[in-house]
Every structure is written in structure tokens, then in C-alpha cells.
């Protein structure tokens, strides 16, 4: 549904203006500002440093929504899904977003991943070692393998992220 309209005066006349969902611009000084079609208040039209941690950065391979991302350097900063099953692919952040491959993928570092599911609600969710990109409500427990909470689930569908540094073990 487009944003909502409201009446403005211009030079003397009575005008109708679409409200701004996506802001950013010198242009849109002034506007009134509508929520998106979920209901809330786009990053974009929030003062810097105010609403969700976040960095755009190019996936290196096909992210699905919920997946937990590690950022490493392959000519320049990359994601790609985190995995357990080996030291250096430990979890940065996660989107909520599918990506392609060479695509930018939005990272969040914080707050609540809601594209996952099959959580139990209380339960501590690590980095898997066997599903790159997802978690598990045990801990990694092989040789080489890393222990990384990311996090606890909140409901069946959503994980409260915290994400932690990891342990290797012997």
C-alpha cells in the first residue's frame, strides 16, 4: 500500500502530498514521515546512530533469510554463512533478507532475527557445525569445531542476538 496523504499549504493553495517512507535526501527537509508496510519507521528517516546496526556488504555465495553471516576479506570486505565446523567462519551478524550471490546483503550485528524456525523459547541457539548459516540448541562438541552462542530464542521464530566470541575445541 503507498504511504499515506496529507494536506499541505503551498503559496496559498491547499496541495496533497504523499508522506515519506524511504528518506535520506536534503530534499525531503520537512516531510512528514510514514511507516512501511509492516508498520514501522524505515532506518533511512532515523537520525545517524539511532535504530539498527547494520552494514551492506557483497555475499559471496546465496544467503537465505535468517542465516548467521561471517564478514571475511576476498578483495574487499565479503559474506558468506557462518559455519562451526572450522576455525575463521565464526558469526559476525545475520540477515533477514535473501541475497544472490554478488548481490548486497543487509548484515545486522544485533537485535532479533525473526527468519528462523523450529527454536524452542529459553533455549541457547550456537552457531551449527553441520547447517552453515543456522543453529543449534547444542553445542558444537568436536575436535577444531567452535562453541559460539549467537543467542536466545524468544519464540519459535525468533532468536534475540547476542552473538559471542568463539571456543575451539581440542
Known amino acids: 500500500m503507498p ?9 496559498g493553495r491547499i496541495q ?10 536534503p530534499a525531503q527537509d520537512g516531510h512528514i514521515v510514514a511507516l512501511d508496510a509492516n508498520g514501522r519507521l ?7 546512530g539511532i535504530g539498527a546496526d547494520t552494514a551492506v ?7 537465505a533469510a535468517g542465516d548467521f553471516v561471517n564478514i571475511w576479506n576476498s ?34 550485528f544485533e537485535g532479533t532475527n525473526n527468519q ?21 540448541e547444542t553445542p558444537p562438541s568436536g575436535s577444531g569445531q567452535v562453541v559460539q552462542l549467537l543467542g536466545v530464542a524468544t519464540s519459535a521464530t525468533a532468536i534475540a ?10
Open 42 to 48: 524505515d532506518n533511512s528517516v532515523l537520525p545517524v
Open 161 to 170: 542476538t547476542e552473538i559471542e566470541d568463539g571456543i575451539v575445541l581440542a
Open 3 to 11: 504511504a499515506r496523504k496529507y494536506l499541505s499549504h503551498n503559496n
Open 57 to 63: 556488504i557483497q555475499a559471496s555465495e546465496n544467503l
Open 16 to 25: 496533497e502530498v504523499q508522506a515519506t517512507v524511504v528518506g535520506g535526501t
Open 75 to 108: 578483495g574487499g570486505p565479503r559474506v558468506r554463512k557462518a559455519d562451526a565446523s572450522t576455525v575463521g567462519k565464526e558469526a559476525h551478524g545475520f540477515v533477514l533478507a535473501a541475497v544472490s550471490s554478488g548481490s548486497n546483503a543487509t548484515v545486522y
Open 116 to 136: 528462523v524456525t523450529g527454536k524452542t523459547v529459553g533455549a541457547r541457539q550456537y552457531l551449527s557445525a553441520t547447517t552453515p548459516g543456522t543453529t543449534v
